[in-house]
């Protein structure tokens, strides 16, 4: 699994105004850990409910494939321009 | 400089070939070089796993209204494909269903349960090879291609 991204970078020009942001996901990863500790009684329930559904073992398996996809964001680049607007999203 | 050159050379100054024998048979020596290097960079290329997929949309400069042209260059990371892909795994069967169903009725016959993990390396290694490159009657330019 790659390295975790470690910034966004927001930049969206409209045609008066327009704004930047970094985004420090860094941050937010411990900010998500807490969240998922606080809520995993919670989770657990739902996953045991879910379990004869067979829906259980897929939303079990779902936080770590949500992960996965967002170990691969770094990289991603999106940049759209039009003659009054244009946004930049990019992850590092 | 190379052996097979510097007798051609010595053979010229020596006189015994012309300037034209001389010539052909550098640019023979070239020849054979320039194709064995283009083999070995396409070989190293075949090795390479493509780490990005690239989508451009510029304007054609040499169309009248390309200035009116939306520009969008986006990089999508290999990894992240391959990661959406294993997410499919995770689609209900019911709602797996629905999307088998809606590509049927676009005339693509696909089941997403087919997609195996030593399929998705196969697809990503297949991309390499992928390059699209359209130019459209508005004036944009649109390039798909992997690097």
């Not at chain 1, 969240?35 to 996953?47: A, K």
């Not at chain 2, 590509?103 to 699209?132: H, Q, T, Y």
Request: with cysteine; charged share 25%.
């Amino acid at each position: 699994m790659n390295r975790p991204p470690t910034w966004m970078f927001i930049k969206i020009q409209g045609e008066h105004r327009g704004f930047r942001l970094w985004l420090p996901l860094f941050l937010l990863l411990p900010l998500a850990l807490v969240v998922l500790i606080i809520l995993s009684p919670i989770i657990l329930i739902g996953v045991i409910i879910l379990w004869p559904s067979g829906m259980g073992e897929r939303a079990l398996f779902v936080l770590p494939a949500a992960f996965g996809v967002f170990c691969s964001l770094r990289g991603l680049r999106i940049d759209i321009q039009n003659r009054r607007q244009s946004v930049y999203i990019s992850v590092v | 400089m190379n052996e097979s050159r510097k007798k051609i050379l010595e053979m010229l100054a020596e006189k015994k070939i012309s300037v034209d024998d001389a010539y052909r048979l550098l640019s023979v020596i070239d020849s054979t070089e320039g194709g064995r290097e283009s083999t070995s960079k396409e070989g190293s290329a075949v090795k390479s796993k493509p780490k990005y997929l690239r989508v451009t949309v510029l304007p054609d400069p040499e169309h009248e209204h390309s200035q009116n042209v939306d520009r969008v260059n986006v990089r999508v990371p290999m990894s992240l494909i391959r990661a959406g892909i294993k997410l499919t795994s995770l689609i209900p069967s019911e709602a797996r269903d629905k999307v088998n169903g809606a590509l049927r009725e676009k005339g693509i016959d696909f089941d997403m349960r087919n997609i195996k993990p030593e399929d998705i390396e196969e697809l990503i290694g297949a991309l390499s090879d992928l390059e699209v490159d359209v130019v459209s009657a508005k004036g944009e330019k649109v390039k798909v291609f992997v690097e």
